[in-house]
């Protein structure tokens, strides 16, 4: 800081701060600015009132400084120091913790937080699996299953009227009594059978 800004910044003239540092109150650094803080120290270790005017601040002590312990005398007992206990951390709330539950609808935000990943996760995990083929739409694989059981089970219902011509020359039978014959057995192999049953397991 300059003469003028530290005269600026007393309340004072640029003369008085002139008149300052020749009384060797101004402590000036090496590059010719004012020290700020040690020439206001200097100031306020003047008397309220002196000669030539009133201090406007107030003055100043030194601090004291901390006595060096190897400097008590060894009669003197040394002062206790006294450490508080740690004050157990509250808790966060009166509402008692409850198990986690994905579908509650009702969740705290890092409970929600939590279920969203999770079902992030799981959907990941899931195009992944079906990308790699592990994975199939359930409805298509039954569809695709009872078709295929259907088409079976017609293609019997219809194979004696298709074989039972051929069967009846090479037996040399009448071909129309064979039909009816392996009509009906074929039939009762197929009611045997029952309806087919997909059991596909959940991913």
Known sequence: M????????????????????????????????VDVEASEWNLDQRPANYRGGTTHRPVRTVPKAEPDPREIPAGRPKPEVVRADPVAPRPAGDRPVRDFDPDDPDLELPEALRRKENFLGLQRKQAYEIEQGRLVNREAAEKLFFDTARDLRDAWATWPSRIATIMADELGVDARRLNTVLTAHVQQHLDQLGEPEATLSRP
């Open 2 to 33: 300059t003469q003028a800004e530290f005269a600026r910044h007393r309340g004072v003239s640029k003369a008085i701060v002139t008149k300052w540092k020749g009384q060797g109150l101004l402590t000036l650094m090496e590059d010719g600015k």
